[in-house]
């Protein structure tokens, strides 16, 4: 049998490949999809900060900011953590981005793995829906001074560096003051990051397309703190009360950013989206029934 090729007007020709540390699987998996992808026309960066693999000559070793600007498609083989360290990444550039999950939950990574190969020569070959997902952009400012930035696919965190430690603050929305409260900290969530952090915290689940930003208290002082829901253009602008332990916040549980005293903290939509890329088949709810454990039809 012949090897399958390039179609003649492909949508995608240059693919970038990420893949997983620390996996057996996730390597197997990688220098599976690089075969494949090389026998079929396609020319391939691997990114060079990724697993040692026996990967194909043809194959190119590049960085994950070169893979952002040179390739068309990237395939992220891994967990949603890898997923989102690549998203952060990748959504500053003009790139599509598919997940093959070699991880545990899978809510991004939606490509099982024994049957990727079969899928992606189908979304190669056109047959692919497009989803866009939006980033936070979180920005702390000390005096009018921008000190740190960095975004977020799923949630950004403010909290102590200490364990069950009340902080004090005040959010404000568009210039509207919402609420004060004590607490042990706030996740502000994307509809993405609903069912990450945000969801075991008690936030509701947002449909991914939706233009909105979820505020969920993590341990309130009060019963009367819920979840707010914010329009997704929102201006949030967080103020903490002088505290005598180390602040912070973390976007994506990755990057951890230090709040001193006085500072404000800026949370804004991304500009760019992530361009995310399913099979055709694809279905949101069937994902949170199998991932959420939830009920099958009854009629």
Sequence with gaps: MSEPKAPVNP????????????????????????????????????DSAGPEAELPPQVTSASLAEIGEQAELAIVIGGDGKMLGAARKLSLHNIAVIGVNRGNLGFLTDLAPDEASEKLLDVLAGNYNVEHRFLLDATIELNGETLHRANAMNEVVLHSDQVAHMLEFEVEVDGQFVFSQRSDGLIIA????????????????????????????????????????????????????????????????????????????????????????????YNYYHVLRNKLNWGSRLF
């Excluded at 390597?27 to 599976?32: D, P, S, V």
């Excluded at 075991?200 to 208290?217: D, E, F, H, M, R």
């Design 11 to 46: 949508p995608f020709r240059i693919i970038g490949l990420l893949c997983k540390k620390d996996s057996e699987t996730a390597l197997e998996t990688l220098e599976q999809i690089a075969r494949m992808l090389v026998s079929s026309g396609y020319q391939v960066l691997a």
């Design 190 to 281: 994307t509809p993405t990051g609903s069912t990450a952090y945000s969801l075991s915290a008690g936030g509701p689940i947002l449909y991914p397309g939706l233009n909105a930003i979820t505020l969920v208290p993590m341990f309130p002082h009060t019963l009367s703190s819920r979840p707010i829901v914010v329009g997704g253009d929102s201006v949030i602008r967080v103020r903490v009360a002088p505290d005598d332990q180390p602040l912070h916040i973390s976007c994506d549980g990755h990057v951890k950013l230090p709040v001193p005293t006085a500072a404000e903290i800026y949370i804004t939509r991304q500009q760019q989206a992530l361009r995310l890329i399913h099979p055709k088949g």
